[in-house]
């Protein structure tokens, strides 16, 4: 099976990779995050992805676009739509918001490229919403007529952090949305 993994960072991805490898999965690696901010920050992650990707000798594909302003305007729309009177820490369709865009890029991404189907490293943390990240990743699939892949990679977030940390990797302290970054 050949799998388009969407990377959020590069530590999310170490444990996730050798793991669908061992399934006997191709994998060629997608890195879209127009969520991340600052723009010193989204740097960081995407030139650590670059530098892990050639490390590991994968093919990545990159969506490489610094889209906040576009972000929180689609947020905003979003937002009223649902007639929210919630401040935008307290809102919590941002997170359905964010994983919707990416899933759904990635999901295009698949079909285009010629992947059987998707997979992301987002599944890693368990400070994500894991069932709303899969809603919205089977609706993407559906959407684009391809599939997605569940792997509940949860259990492997804390030997992947400390196998990033011995590789010297740039590890991040929130998920890279302006909102998570309050503590």
Known sequence: MKLLL???CAPCSVSCIPFLREEGIELSLFWYNPNIHPYTEYTKRRDTVIQH???LDLNLIMEDQYGLRDFIRALEEEKSLQGSGHSWFDFPQRCKYCYRLRMEKTALATKENGCDAFCTTLLISPYQNHEL?????ERAAEKYQT?????DFRPLFREGQRKARTLGLYMQKYCGCIF???P
């Open 6 to 8: 969407h990377v959020c």
């Open 53 to 55: 990707t050639k490390n």
């Open 133 to 137: 990240l899969k809603e919205e990743a």
């Open 147 to 151: 599939s997605f892949l569940y792997r």
């Open 180 to 182: 998570s970054e309050k």
